[in-house]
């Protein structure tokens, strides 16, 4: 009896999932609303940035209040040197510099909250000179990294990524200090 009635259940079973065969496909249903606009990237400035013993050569920079990011966003970072050929020249941390007494970095890191741009030497900070330390302008340029990364983007400098991103770019800073 047992075996009849699970051959019954298996043949109505088998039965009933063939009956369930594809057939024609229905037509394309219509087009959902378009959703909203992802986030953007954001541009920042920060002007007159110095280093000193007094804040241990390390700039805090806080995002706007009111501004929003995201666990997986990415700040770029990059530092006014002044300009060339009527250029003006930006470059990205982190940075190396040699200089008479060593060798200076300038390097970040960021947080959901702000900034965190340092200096590194592996010589006596007394030695450093203004042009080094004071008068920094500082852009920062907040990326959503999925976006970025799908991209395969691999030209970091600051012209590239205004244009790739799409943002318009700020006048050229007013320095005092030179830095060429």
């Known amino acids: 009896m047992k075996k009849t009635i699970y051959l ?33 990237a954001y541009l920042f400035e920060f002007n007159d940035v110095d280093f000193t013993a007094s804040n241990k050569y390390t700039a805090i920079l806080p995002y706007p209040s009111g501004f929003d990011t ?7 970072v990059y530092m006014y ?5 009527g250029l003006d020249v930006w470059f990205p941390l982190p ?5 008479d007494n060593g060798i200076l970095q300038y390097k970040n ?17 007394d030695l450093l000179t203004p042009k080094e330390t004071d008068g920094w302008t500082i852009r920062v340029v907040v990326v959503p ?3 970025w990364l799908a991209s395969g983007r691999q030209d970091l400098s ?23």
């Not at 019954?8 to 249903?29: K, M």
């Not at 995201?70 to 770029?76: K, Y």
């Not at 940075?95 to 200089?99: D, G, S």
């Not at 770019?169 to 030179?178: E, G, M, R, T, W």
């Open 8 to 40: 019954l259940f298996s043949l109505s079973a088998i039965f009933l999932l063939s009956a369930c065969g594809e057939g024609d496909i229905g037509p394309q249903g219509p087009q959902g609303p378009q959703g909203p606009q992802g986030p953007g």
């Open 158 to 180: 600051y012209h590239a990524v205004i244009e790739a991103l799409g943002l318009k770019d700020l006048p050229s800073p007013k320095v005092s200090i030179p830095r060429n």
């Open 145 to 147: 990294s999925e976006d």
């Open 81 to 85: 040197f002044g300009q060339e050929e």
């Open 109 to 125: 890191d960021f947080t959901t909250e702000d900034v965190k741009v340092f200096l590194q030497a592996n010589f006596s900070y």
């Open 70 to 76: 995201f666990d997986t966003d990415v700040a770029l």
């Open 95 to 99: 940075e190396t510099q040699i200089t």
